[in-house]
């Protein structure tokens, strides 16, 4: 974005209450809760980064502004819900860049770009790079709003995720070597008495290690634990 560029940032008090409370009424609907939130902003215009996070923070939003991709890059981000605005146009690397570096780097942030010089194989890259939205200018602040809370709800998403992934893994390091055989069996639909002949077990011995993978995976049913496998790519 250059020096010369704008859009409309004429906001007052009661246009602030009103998104405010938009965005707190549609919270209290949903699991996302913004308060814990941060939106980083990359834009070589500093006027434009100072605008942005005062809109960003008179919804109760913490922002975090950088000049250039390498900034941000370099820069190591709490483990709290975030989402990034990024300029196309920026110095040095661009902002499609920096989403390209950032999906390398298995950086999960959902993405909103915003440009003034926007143009169709531009968005479908950014688009299917996995950008949240593309905005070109003139835009209002209430379409900006509406795009990043798209994108911190669905950084909350990602993280619920991980998380769940990171127990689900935890979990599957309990199991013994036959175990983990066990459950690749259950789950690929096979009886005990098929387990049991593959594995050259009794079948009660089966029963026996069926009941551990059961209580170790906190598993209801096997439809549970083939959701479970899914997630670890088993």
């Known amino acids: 974005m250059g020096p010369g560029s704008s859009f409309p940032l004429e906001w007052t008090r009661a246009r602030y209450c009103t998104i405010l409370l938009a965005l707190e009424e549609t919270s209290a609907r949903g699991p996302t809760n913004l308060k814990d939130a941060v939106v980083y902003v990359v834009d070589d215009d500093e006027l434009v980064c100072r605008a942005l996070a005062r809109l960003f923070r008179s919804v109760g939003l913490e922002a975090r502004t950088f000049p250039s991709a390498p900034a941000f890059i370099d820069y190591t981000p709490p483990d709290r819900p975030a989402c990034l605005v990024l300029d196309v146009k920026l110095p040095g690397p661009s902002g499609l860049d920096l989403q390209s570096a950032l999906g390398q780097a298995r950086r999960d942030i959902p993405i909103v770009f915003i440009t003034g010089h926007g143009s169709v194989p ?38 619920a ?74």
């Open 122 to 159: 531009t968005s479908v890259r950014a688009m299917k790079g996995g950008a949240v939205d593309f905005l070109e200018k003139p835009f209002n602040d209430q379409e900006l709003l509406d795009c990043v809370q798209r994108a911190l709800e669905l950084s909350r998403e990602q993280r």
């Open 161 to 234: 995720n991980r998380g769940e992934l990171v127990e689900l893994r935890r979990r599957l390091e309990t199991l013994t070597p036959r175990e983990r055989e066990v459950l690749k069996l259950v789950v690929a639909g096979k009886l005990n008495k098929q387990i049991a002949d593959n594995l050259g077990n009794a079948e009660k011995t089966i029963k026996v290690h069926r009941g551990r993978v059961m209580q170790k995976m906190r598993a209801d049913s096997v439809a549970d634990l083939v959701r479970m496998t899914e997630k670890l790519g088993l």
